[in-house]
């Protein structure tokens, strides 16, 4: 009766893990699920706030200012892309004059081995 | 690094220049010969003549247009673009006549600036005889066009090559 019942309780310790592990994988499946239902809430809610009318007139409200003070001073935006275009250029022109330095270095270094090897040759 | 310009930039910014002239000239020939075509049976034979002598010209057109950037700037646009100019024994851009010789003798005997290899202060043969040098300019150099400070020497230094510092 004693091995029976030990055995009975095993099975039952057993089960219960068994039990467990599945209650833990339904957890996480529930998780995905609610976090992929999360995802598109957040989605549809703000494309709900993003194209009503009030949002839509705040923006372009915002977008005529900017405009405005764009055509007002437009130094500001061509002093930008003027900045840019100059740095762009600038890091093109540095790369092209990198290289060919370290051409010359090459060269200078090759023909330096012409030479003395030539020197050490007529030397002996 | 080398304050004077060694084979390679100098070659890439003499092709680059090369390029520029050579689609100039061949946009100016070819506008040439099409208008000369309209004008009639002459013209046409104007045209033959100029597109015959367009590739013997070349190197005169090449020549013409290196002096004429060293000695208005101190460089052409190809030696801008990698950072180099042609400067003589003061440090200033070649005078008319250096800048002819260097020009012409670059333009029909590219091979005397092969000597630039085994000289210290990297000077090709028409270097010696124009009494130039090319030298590296800085940024800040090229902001403001000013002159170099490295002097080049006009007597014979071949041999002694290696790393000369700037003066």
């Keep these: ?124 | 690094m080398n304050p004077y310009a060694g084979l390679v930039s100098r070659s890439a910014a003499y092709v680059l220049d090369a390029l520029i002239v050579a689609v100039m000239a061949g946009v100016a020939t070819l506008t040439f010969a099409l208008v000369a075509s309209v004008l009639g049976s002459e013209g046409r034979e104007l045209a033959r003549i100029v597109l015959s002598s367009f590739l013997v010209f070349l190197p005169t057109l090449m020549a013409l247009y290196c002096s004429g950037f060293w000695i208005l700037a101190g460089r052409t646009p190809g030696q801008f673009v990698f950072g180099l100019r042609v400067v003589n024994r003061d440090g200033r851009p070649p005078r008319l006549v250096a800048g002819l010789i260097r020009g012409l003798l670059l333009a029909y005997l590219p091979i005397v600036a092969l000597w630039l290899l085994f000289d210290r202060r990297h000077q090709g043969l028409h270097d010696k005889l124009a009494r130039t040098t090319v030298v590296r300019s800085s940024p800040r150099e090229d902001e403001a066009s000013g002159t170099s400070h490295i002097a080049p020497s006009s007597g014979a230094d071949h041999g002694s090559r290696g790393r000369v510092p700037t003066t």
């Design chain 1, 1 to 124: 009766m004693r091995i029976p019942g030990l055995l009975q309780w095993g099975d039952v310790a057993i089960g219960a893990i068994s039990r467990a592990a599945e209650a833990l994988a339904d957890q996480k499946e529930l998780a995905e699920r609610g976090a992929a239902s999360r995802t598109r809430l957040m989605d549809s809610l703000i494309t709900a706030i993003a194209t009503s009318p009030l949002v839509e007139r705040v923006v372009e409200i915002q977008l005529d200012r900017v405009l405005e003070l764009l055509e007002r001073e437009p130094e500001r935006i061509r002093a930008l892309v003027r900045g840019q275009r100059d740095n762009m250029v600038g890091e093109v022109v540095g790369r092209v004059r990198a290289g060919a330095a370290a051409g010359d270095d090459a060269v200078d270094r090759l023909t330096l081995r012409w030479t003395r090897n030539g020197n050490t040759e007529t030397a002996t």
